[in-house]
């Protein structure tokens, strides 16, 4: 499953309104990226209605940049356009770009 993490506690991990991969175990979300080993309460997650299009640690390309590739670092999400948004990371260097759907391609 995929939600939003909405717990302030979590913004000195930088997960606060994070997309998170969780799974349930006895009614608590165990997160299973970016960052495992979190026990998050289930109320403190805004379940998202798909998947992001694009993973932690998946290989993408900037769409008018095809010769660069990145690594996905941080998926957000964007609560006025209703859709995630990514951070990406060109040879261990982090943009400062915000990438939606539209700007990347997978090149796996």
Known sequence: MWG???DSKAMEDGLYQAVVQYKIDNSKALVISPKANYELDI????????PPRFVY?????PCNHPDMT??????????NRNCCFYTI???GK??????????????I
């Not at 109320?43 to 798909?50: D, G, N, V, Y």
């Open 70 to 79: 990145g690594v996905i670092i941080g998926i957000r999400w964007h609560f």
């Open 43 to 50: 109320k403190r997650i805004r379940e998202l209605p798909a």
């Open 89 to 91: 990371s060109i040879n």
């Open 4 to 6: 939003i993490w909405l």
């Open 94 to 107: 982090k943009k400062s770009k915000r990438y939606f759907d539209d700007d990347l391609i997978s090149t």
């Open 57 to 61: 640690g998946e290989q993408v390309s």
